[in-house]
Structures are given as C-alpha cells and as structure tokens.
C-alpha cells in the first residue's frame, strides 16, 4: 500500500528515555559463552565486523514498559506545552508486551501507560508490526488525523527485551537492546509526511524467517532468525522502498537531508546505502552503542539528532524499516 499524498500532520515533539544498564561486547560473549560450547569462535572483532555493535542499552528489573514509556511520554508532552487531556490517542508499538515483567494482553499496556500518565481523554492500543511499529504507528497516527477522528495523539515505540533472548543463540542474542520512545503528532495546516508506504508478505512468503513465539505450557519462547536470509531480504526490501520513494517524490540522494534505517545491522544499512548512493554522513546510525531496539529504533535515531541539533527546521528525513512478519515500510518527513 502506498499513500502517494501529502499530509496535513505533523510531529510535534519526541521524547526518549534511555534505559540505565549496559552490555557491552566482552560481557554478551561472556553471556553466550556461558550457555553453548558452540560459541568458542566468537569474540569482540566478529561482532563489531559483522553487526557493528559495541553495547547495548538494556532496562534494569525497576525499568518496566510502563514506567519506562510513561516518563518518554511524559517528555515528550512537556516539550510540546501540551496537557496529557489533549491527546486523542496512544499507539503503542512493541514486541515486547508479552516479555516485559509487567508484560499484559489484557489490560494493553498502552492502557496502562494512559492511566499512568492522565492521558484520560485518549483511546489506547497496542500494535504489533515487530521492526516496522514506527513507519506502521506513523501511517495509523496520520490516519485518526487526516480522518478528523483525532487531531493530536502519540505513537510509543518501546522495548523491553531480555526475557525473550536465548544466550545459546548468538546470532539474535548479539543484537538486541531496549528503549522508550515517544513520538506526539497533530494536526498542520502544513503537508509535513508523506510517501507512507506500508508493506507485508510477497509471493516469497518468508514470514517465518523472523520470530518470537509465545510462551506455552510454561516453555519460554525466545527471538531468533535466519541470518543470511534475513540480511538479503532486508537490504533487497529498504533498497526498493528507498528507490521508489525518492522518484515518486522527485528526489534524489543529493536533496534529501537524512536517511533513518532500521538498525539491524550496520553491514546491512551501509550496503543499503551504497546501492541507493547515499553519502554516508547522511546515513544516521546509532546501533554501535544502542543495539537493534526493534521498534525503537527509527524514532530514536530520529530524536537523538533532533535534540543534537543535525535534524533541523527544512529538513527532509527518509525513514524506512524493515523486520519481522515480514513487515516493512517507509516514509517522508518534512520539518
């Protein structure tokens, strides 16, 4: 699916919270080394030279979902002057519902982070669309808008990990951090996203080449993936996506400011670039010392170069995701 229109929405401001633990590439070698004598192999310069990994960010036992995305969303509403009653809505998108230790169905914790924050005035759910949650919640979020169902909500993509990781597993264990991310949206009288293009499975049905099973009969499900596969269809996937984004939109490499990719992995969104010929400067990464935060990714690249500075008043900002499902997508920031 792709809306080709531009949209009269906006992000207002973003929020981040940072989880306060950190795992670098000695202690997760240590960790896998632990769990399976298959792992001699592995140490600190096949990460960095594979992935491109040197820590990820992980929530300590107090750093639930919920009080986590809540303190994002609240930052988030203090920077945009607005009052938790102003929003409409709350999407959250994250995988990690079912992992988190205060982890729920029923109630969804989107509910749970509106209680939290007096957001009383606004509908709540939770999405799942694994890598793809923020490209996913944007293209939901414009939808409420441009409907005139709402005309301010947020979209928290947020992450909470480590329940579902498998140490005997190297090649997912190695990537995975967690975040909170806040995204407010509204209204403008101004076309400022457009080009949302949203996309699942093909005729390749690779949709089980990502995955996170539920738990069953007491039996933890764990994330894992078919690495080669994976990387190939995701390079394959954003490099379409980015192609047919900038000429649908008459660009090219030269006049978009930034390129946000999902941060898989650095081999992959460099190779990613050099097919589509973006300078690598505009190619904005934050995986070496976050890790892959799934949903989280995109949005807090995205926030981090606001807050720094580089994301500024004019820019234009390419987003584009891919991740399990298969789910990807991708979209144009105007600010």
Partial sequence: MLAEKRFSVKIASMGMVIPSGKINNEEIIKKIQASTPDADFLNEEWIVRRVGILERRRCLPEEDLVTTSGAALK?????????????????????????????????????????????????????????????????????????????????????????????KDFKSSILIGDVSTATLLEKSETSAISNIELRANNESCLSDIIRLPLSKAGEQGYFSLDGRKVFKEGVNTMTELTRRALAHNGLTPETVDWFIYHQANKVMLQSVGKRVGIPAEKNLMNLEYMGNTTAGTIPSVLCENIDNGKIQRGHKVLCTAFGGGLTSGCLLLDF
Avoid at 93 to 102: G, Q, Y
Wanted: net charge negative.
């Fill in 75 to 167: 930052q988030a509403l203090e920077r945009a002057g607005w009052d938790p009653m102003e929003l409409d809505f709350i999407i959250l998108a994250s995988i990690s519902t079912f992992l988190d230790p205060k982890g729920s169905a029923i109630p969804a914790m989107a509910c749970k982070i509106q209680e939290q924050t007096g957001c009383f005035n606004a509908f709540a759910y939770d999405m799942f669309s694994a890598c793809s949650g923020f490209v996913y919640g944007i293209g939901q979020a414009v939808a409420f808008i441009e409907s005139g169902m709402a005309r301010k909500g947020a979209l928290l993509c947020c992450e909470n990990h480590d329940k579902g990781l498998n140490y």
